[in-house]
């Protein structure tokens, strides 16, 4: 029996001393600095202004249930895409800003559609076209009411 509580003893000891060591180590190790440059941008903006759109420019879309703009999207380019690269892919569908926020990258763009379908395909061409660009939304102006709804 006494063997037993020594025994017990001595595990208590090692795993108390184990997780000493792991947490000294844990605390110095996660001490280095971490590299934040993305962050620390120098061109950095945070300009804004999202297009706001009138009741005859809003279409409900059948794919998805939401409301969206029938002629506008949203495209996310990558942060180091430079402003001619940008004016190039907005030129590219015959486009026009509306709308963005420089922060992340956002900019809404105006093309000439006669529906829904036609606004995926330009947004399709866009991401083919340049690689710069991230992703391409219709722009929602709506929410589901119902947290579950799946199409």
């Avoid at 409301?67 to 430079?82: H, L, Q, S």
């Avoid at 340049?130 to 929602?140: A, R, Y």
């Amino acid at each position: 029996m006494r063997l037993k509580f020594c025994l017990q003893k001595k595990s208590h000891l090692a795993l108390t001393a184990f997780l000493f060591t792991g947490l000294t180590w844990g605390v110095t190790g996660c001490s280095k600095e971490m590299d934040t440059s993305f962050i620390q941008r120098e061109s950095f903006s945070t300009a804004k202004s999202l297009y706001n759109p009138t009741d005859n420019e809003i279409v409900a879309d059948k794919e998805t249930g939401l409301e969206v703009i029938k002629d506008v999207i949203n495209v996310i380019f990558a942060p180091e895409t430079d402003k001619d690269t940008v004016n190039k892919a907005i030129s590219f569908v015959q486009g026009e800003v509306v709308g963005y926020d420089k922060a992340v990258y956002l900019y809404q763009i105006r093309v000439k559609v006669k529906n829904l379908k036609e606004l995926d395909e330009v947004g399709k061409k866009l991401l083919g076209k340049f690689k710069e660009g991230e992703l391409v939304s219709k722009c929602s102006v709506s929410v589901h009411k119902n947290p579950y709804y799946v199409r």
